[in-house]
């Protein structure tokens, strides 16, 4: 396989960013992630790809709900915010206030719109675990363009 012909061609999947919460309390975190899709209409069903070796996916698996914020066009500093862990402390990730809903995981407050997610099955393979959640909750503070990696100017994938 041309592997330089796989990235192009793999990168040339459109993506936009989100806020993946998970946990509660002081045991909650967020991170940014951007393979997240829409598989079922009845029932609801997304699909997210979460790094296995992070702190996020090790609470993911242990709570099995979490809750997805979409960022909104111009958001790249609050999407890259969470590019790296960031401990809660009063209501907030670092700059940026979250509340919690259904299911208890961290929604970010700045977000246009958001969902939460019962997790019905974990695939581990590869670096990424493919984690299908059934939508239980969702909301939307304002009808917006997503943030996309396009806009950001940078590849995650290939």
């Not at 401990?87 to 700059?95: H, I, L, Q, R, S």
């Not at 984690?131 to 994938?157: D, F, Q, S």
Request: proline share 4%; glycine share 10%.
């Amino acid at each position: 396989m041309d592997e330089q012909a796989r990235k192009t061609a793999l990168r040339m999947i459109p993506y936009g960013l989100f806020a993946l919460g998970v946990g509660e309390g002081n045991d909650a975190t967020i991170s940014t992630i951007n393979w997240v899709t829409q598989t079922s209409f009845q029932p609801p069903l997304v699909v997210a790809g979460v790094k296995t070796d992070s702190v996020t996916f090790e609470r993911l698996k242990q709570t099995q709900k979490f809750a997805i914020s979409v960022f909104e066009s111009g958001q790249k500093d609050v999407a890259f915010a969470f590019f790296r862990h960031v401990e809660p402390a009063d209501g907030k990730f670092g700059d940026y206030a979250y509340e919690t809903k259904t299911t208890g995981a961290p929604i970010l407050v700045d977000a246009p719109a958001w969902w939460e997610c019962n997790v019905l099955d974990i695939v581990e393979r590869g670096d990424h675990a493919t984690v299908i959640g059934e939508v239980v909750e969702a909301g939307v503070r304002r009808e917006t363009e997503p943030l996309t990696l396009k806009e950001c100017g940078v590849n995650y994938g290939g």
